[in-house]
């Protein structure tokens, strides 16, 4: 596996492994709250942030990370792909390289939550509605000082 930035190019396969990612972990999201989600994704979203994805030796996009203002706002593994440590090394890739302090990670979504606190972040605040204004609570998380 290598991390490298990712460009405009890998934006369709970005997108590919983001829903797959979606649609494996955040049960509690409907149909008709996914796709509304899809060109948001490809036309603001994917913009909005420095981008790193992490690569197979044949190039294949296992997952990636978006990062912007000290955020991390997005992290997505591929299904096939969870559990091999590529969500960790996207995520001290993010922290190290970029200074990341912060994310937010929805409240139904206790995979995610564990694999944060794991990861050194701790619970700050909470909203109650996801950044479209949906009722899915997003809950505050920055790192913890070592």
Not at 29 to 57: G, K
Not at 65 to 80: I, K, R, T, Y
């Amino acid at each position: 596996m290598r991390l490298e930035p990712a460009g405009e190019a890998d934006h369709p396969e970005l997108l590919a492994v983001w829903e797959a990612s979606v649609r494996a972990t955040h049960h509690f999201l409907a149909e008709e709250d996914i796709l509304p989600l899809r060109p948001l994704i490809l036309e603001h979203y994917f913009d909005a942030v420095t981008l790193c994805c992490a690569r197979d030796m044949a190039g294949k996009i296992l997952g990636f990370s978006g990062v912007a203002h000290g955020n991390l706002e997005m992290l997505f593994v591929a299904p096939d792909s969870r559990g091999r440590g590529i969500g960790t090394a996207l995520c001290r890739h993010a922290v190290d390289r970029f200074g990341v302090t912060r994310v937010d990670v929805n409240e139904q979504n206790p995979q995610a939550l564990g694999f944060y606190e794991r990861f050194g972040f701790e619970v700050v605040g909470r909203s109650p509605l996801d950044g479209q204004g949906k009722p899915f609570p997003l809950l505050h998380m920055k790192l913890r000082r070592s």
